[in-house]
């Protein structure tokens, strides 16, 4: 999951287009970029493309609308049986969230005939004050669950903030919190971070250095909501070829000595998380 497109759900021409971007997932959006007047043209579009796109290429994801708001069961009762890869679940509060949505999906799952278990689900993990103090609720929750995603624009409303960057694209401390607990929560669950959108579309520069910046934390993809973002995102969370060419270097040193905890390698001493990181780095190479 290196680049995930948001698409309004209601929008046929940008639905369309987005089969084009590049991106890893397309995010079919049924929550912020639709207005509440157009819900139900929303889901009726999205559920249309989803079973247009059967035999698809790439992996569909549906943006729902939150637990509390009353709209997640009209939404997956929708959607459900037009098999999408995921659901992404916003302003989740933990992994209490993520076990009521997994039982919505059983159900659902079990009435459309979709195989059991197959819909993964990933949260936006930071959207209101109370979810930055239920990260470490994630692990183990679900079999389902498949990367957790942090949130900046509803955080920062939530919190009353008036800016959540600074002039030089850096975040100020509650929100540079709310990314570093997304990051460790995700490693801790076993499944992959991604970094929030950058929003300003026109400035290519600003969203490389924020990509850049994520990806040398960790984080192992981006969400975007242009298409013109994608190329930049895709290129900055694929391994190039000298990272790969070290990696395998590394993985060969260690496997022609399996017994040393410590191997020398270009005049420096590498010791097993060495080894830990360079196995990453080949298994998202392989997955790009």
């Known amino acids: 999951m290196r680049s995930l497109l948001f698409v309004p759900g209601d929008s046929e021409k940008k639905l369309a287009k987005s089969l084009g971007s590049g991106a890893d997932i397309l995010i079919l959006d049924l929550e912020d970029s639709i207005a509440p007047g157009r819900k139900d043209a929303a889901r009726r579009i999205t559920r249309g493309f989803l079973d247009a796109q059967a035999e698809r290429r790439r992996q569909l994801f549906v943006r729902v609308n939150p ?40 159900a659902l799952e079990a009435r459309e005939g979709v195989a059991a278990g197959s819909i993964r689900i990933l949260p936006i993990a930071s959207e209101t004050a109370a979810a930055v103090f ?63 959108v950058f929003p300003d579309f026109r400035d290519g520069d600003g969203l490389e250095r924020e990509a ?66 360079a196995e990453r780095v080949l298994r998202r190479a392989g997955a790009s």
């Open 134 to 196: 239920a990260f470490e609720s994630y692990a183990g929750s679900s079999a389902r669950l498949c990367g957790l995603m942090w949130g900046c624009e509803d955080l920062a409303a939530a919190v009353g903030a008036t800016e959540n960057r600074r002039p030089d694209g850096s975040y100020p401390p509650p929100f540079e919190l709310a990314r570093s607990l997304c990051l460790f929560a995700a490693a801790a669950a076993g499944v992959e971070a991604i970094d929030t």
């Open 67 to 106: 637990l509390a708001s009353g709209l997640v069961l009209a939404d997956l009762a929708a959607i459900v049986g037009g098999r999408p890869d995921g659901i992404v679940l916003p302003k989740a509060e933990g992994g209490e969230s993520v076990k009521t949505l997994a039982h919505y999906l059983s």
């Open 212 to 277: 850049r910046a994520a990806e040398r934390i960790g984080f192992t993809g981006k969400a975007a909501i242009h298409p013109g973002q994608v190329e930049a995102i895709n290129r900055i969370f694929t391994p190039d070829a000298a990272a790969i060419a070290h990696a395998k270097r590394v993985v060969a040193a260690f496997a022609a000595a399996p017994e040393a905890g410590v191997v020398g390698l270009e005049g420096k001493m590498l010791d097993r998380p060495h080894l830990v990181a």
